[in-house]
């Protein structure tokens, strides 16, 4: 079984840290399972979950990557990973899309409604876009995993009673999985 790590770093913006990243990677036999990458505000993120070979020497690995990451001016995290939960579902029973004016606590109010009802969030994107009647418009995608002891109907319906509250449109489907 291979060894597993995550790796997070952030750090201004320019161009080559997706090939930089990648080639200390290779160069060290890693293969990045998982990803996300993004740039938010002139920095540029990055999640990864790395296996790494089998006899590893793994804090070797995550010397290097940090030494190797912080040339390139990133803030640089490496953690090793429980490997028993691999198989685990790793996209939503549903998908919720948001679209508002931006204003303070759409996340909080929306990620209270579903902490409470044991709903877990498996991905959260979100982006000011354009401009609406009063502002900027705010979108919000989120993937989560619906209990199956909740009532799907009373979940809608209350999310569209969120949306009212919080001034809103809150559009809710089940994910294709199927097609995965």
């Given at each position: ?24 990677l290779f160069e060290l036999g890693c293969n990045i399972e998982d990803s ?145």
């Open positions: 079984m291979n060894n597993i790590l995550s790796l997070s770093a952030i750090g201004k913006d320019r161009t080559g840290i997706v090939c930089s990243v990648s080639k200390v996300t990458m993004t740039l938010l505000g002139g920095q540029f993120a990055v999640i990864l979950l790395l296996s790494c070979p089998e006899n590893s020497d793994m804090a070797k690995i995550k010397s290097k990557l940090k030494s190797s990451l912080k040339n390139l001016d990133l803030a640089v995290s490496v953690n090793e990973v429980d490997n028993s939960g691999k198989d685990k579902k790793i996209c939503g029973d549903y998908v919720i899309a948001v679209y508002g004016a931006d204003k303070s606590g759409i996340v909080y109010n929306i990620s209270k409604y579903l902490a409470d009802n044991k709903i877990n969030i498996t991905d959260v994107q979100t982006k000011i876009s354009g401009k609406a009647k009063n502002g900027k418009v705010y979108i919000m995608l989120l993937e989560v995993v619906v209990p199956k002891s909740l009532n799907i109907e009373e979940f809608k319906h209350y999310l569209q009673h969120l949306a009212q509250e919080l001034n809103v449109e809150i559009f809710v489907n089940q994910a294709d999985t199927d097609s995965i």
